[in-house]
């Protein structure tokens, strides 16, 4: 299956033709007071997701061009031939089917192998819930197995970043069981930060490597194992559980119970998998199905919606709008509500690791941008950190608000302060402050040492500077997986038009090599055939520079 790259399409040249003329100077104020129903035009609904695309710099006729590179480009061909097993990751002759992952029974490939490591993966989540039931002293009171009062999830990128985010987001649902770390990085002060104050006797430890051999976590693992030993412990195999498909390290590390998935799930798609066991025990196994339930059912709108009503592909048009004509080089997400605070950093690893490519699927340089920076903070920290960047810096950066209808807590004048701050920062970027305005609010005698003009041009805002706003009833397994799902397409439509291959990531072997080659120098101190930054670094770290 072959199709064009997106530059060159004869609709790619249309859009060029359609930015330079009319395009890039769309003003926002001007268009919402043009067009009373730009609103409601520009507003979207899919699964647990509406989505207000109105503050954006698109109009009816940059839709319709977008739309075009989109057909030509054969975009709906090429998502059909992921959703059906095709080989679309070329570069490592796979399938890419992490929507298999959510699919109900029978409806997708694959459906008995994932099926039957789902149930089994549910029921031993919900085995370890029921032994949390647990006096002030953490004893068991049900006369069963020795209570799991602290789960410790031991894995990097993929196997961290997606259940962590998630246990995060869910933690109203996660309080009846056991508490839930995570360990990651091989610097030692994150574990041994867990580990303290932990009980051996109480503590499950999850390892999750596909190929139980990655240097972070293995290394974690090791420690965690040291210290289980060092603590009393006497039954690894009943403290330690493997998501891994490499049996036999996880046998001879101690570990006899493992869950696997498949080389068609890539890493930071495996959230659905027995990579998410850590949301399982967190909030269930019934909750874990309705997160699924609300993934699949975006697969289903992806697949289904007509690329005009389709939200997936139309953000993913926008990204490429803004990346490759506007030339906005990075996006912020500001999720207002507490409970996404990690998303930023899942996102981060989603669309940077798929999409950071620079050469397309024949191996040819690309002439154009690919992947934004992806990168925020939950609101309302992000207003006072970033936020002045946003609203008076050199470069438009636009941002993508989150807000949550329904609270999980019962603080209601908290949210509504939360709420009012989001469409408020999403308003103040749209419209700005001109310096008419600026000296109009003025007090005559505001500064001693500057004049009323100069004075005011300090405080006045472009606007004009883009935002999107999601908007969720509220924060459950279900809308959670439909959001993920939505970024995850979001991104393959991106990566489509551009012509990469947004699921290999060879951009992170190089310096795995090269750290497997210094570690031993590190003990030894040899720094021979090292260019001489390495080689200096290296002897004032071993302390043998003076």
């Known amino acids: 299956m072959s199709f064009p790259r997106c530059d060159r399409t004869a609709a790619w040249a249309a859009l060029q033709g359609h930015f330079q003329a009319h395009g890039r100077g769309l003003d926002l104020r001007e268009a919402f007071a043009r067009d009373p129903a730009r609103f409601q035009a520009l507003s979207f609904e899919a699964p647990e997701v509406f989505a207000d695309l109105s503050k954006n710099l698109l109009d009816a006729a940059t839709l319709h061009f977008l739309l075009d590179l989109a057909r030509e480009c054969g975009l709906e061909a090429r998502r059909d031939a992921m959703l059906a097993g095709e080989s679309v990751n070329l570069t490592e002759g796979r399938a890419v089917l992490h929507t298999a992952l959510r699919a109900p029974r029978g409806a997708a490939p694959f459906s008995d192998e994932v099926h039957a490591t789902l149930d089994a993966m549910l029921a031993f989540a919900d085995e370890v819930r029921g032994t949390a039931k647990r006096d002030p002293e953490g004893k068991d009171r049900s006369g069963g197995p020795v209570a799991i009062t602290d789960v410790v999830n031991i894995g990097i990128g993929g196997s961290d970043l997606g259940p962590r985010m998630a246990v995060a987001a869910l933690e109203p649902l996660a309080r009846s069981g056991p508490r839930l770390h995570f360990v990651s990085n091989v610097d030692g002060h994150d574990i041994d930060a867990v580990l303290r104050g932990l009980d051996a006797r109480r503590t499950l430890f999850i390892v999750a490597s596909k190929t139980f051999t990655t240097q972070e976590t293995m290394a974690n693992a090791h420690a965690a194992r040291d210290w289980f030993d060092a603590q009393g412990g006497t039954d690894r195999a009943a403290h330690f559980v493997g998501v891994t498909t490499n049996l036999k390290a996880a046998a001879a590390f101690g570990i006899?119970?493992?869950?696997?998935?498949w080389?068609?799930?890539?890493?930071?798609?495996?959230?659905?998998?027995?990579?998410?066991l850590p949301l399982a025990i967190a909030v269930g196994s019934a909750q874990f199905r309705a997160f699924l339930d609300g993934a699949h059912a975006m697969d289903r709108h992806f697949?289904?919606?007509?690329?005009?009503?389709?939200?997936?592909?139309?953000l993913g048009l926008l990204d490429l709008w803004y990346r490759n004509f506007h030339g906005f080089a990075s996006r912020s997400v500001a999720p207002y509500h507490q409970g996404l605070h990690r998303l930023p950093a899942y996102l981060q690893q989603l669309e940077m690791e798929s999409n950071g490519k620079g050469v397309d699927l024949d191996g040819a340089p690309l002439p154009y941008g690919t992947s934004p920076v992806v990168w925020g903070e939950p609101g309302t920290n992000g207003q006072h950190a970033y936020f002045q960047m946003l609203h008076q810096g050199t470069d438009v950066i636009p941002v993508e608000f989150i807000l949550v209808r329904q609270p999980a807590h019962a603080l209601r004048d908290q949210h509504a302060k939360l709420l009012a701050n989001g469409l408020a920062q999403a308003q103040a970027l749209m419209l700005g402050k001109t310096i008419d305005q600026a000296l109009a609010e003025q007090a005559p005698?505001?500064?001693?040492?500057?004049?009323?003009?100069?004075l005011a041009r300090h405080r006045t805002f472009p606007g004009n500077r883009p935002s999107t706003t999601l908007l969720l009833?509220?924060?459950?397994?279900?809308?959670?997986g439909s959001l993920i799902a939505l970024y995850e397409h979001r991104v393959f439509v991106s990566g489509a038009l551009w012509g990469i291959n947004s699921f290999d990531q060879w951009g992170v072997e190089l310096g795995k090599a090269l750290c497997n080659a210094l570690?031993?120098?590190?003990?030894?101190?040899?720094?021979?055939?090292l260019d001489a930054s390495t080689a200096g670094l290296l002897q004032r770290l071993k302390g043998a520079h003076a």
């Open 303 to 314: 697949a289904t919606a007509p690329l005009a009503r389709n939200l997936p592909v139309l």
């Open 473 to 480: 009833e509220a924060l459950t397994p279900r809308t959670l």
């Open 256 to 261: 006899t119970r493992t869950f696997g998935f």
């Open 263 to 276: 080389d068609w799930v890539g890493g930071r798609y495996s959230l659905w998998s027995a990579i998410g």
């Open 445 to 454: 005698t505001a500064s001693a040492t500057l004049d009323r003009a100069t």
């Open 519 to 529: 570690l031993p120098r590190l003990d030894s101190g040899d720094v021979a055939g």
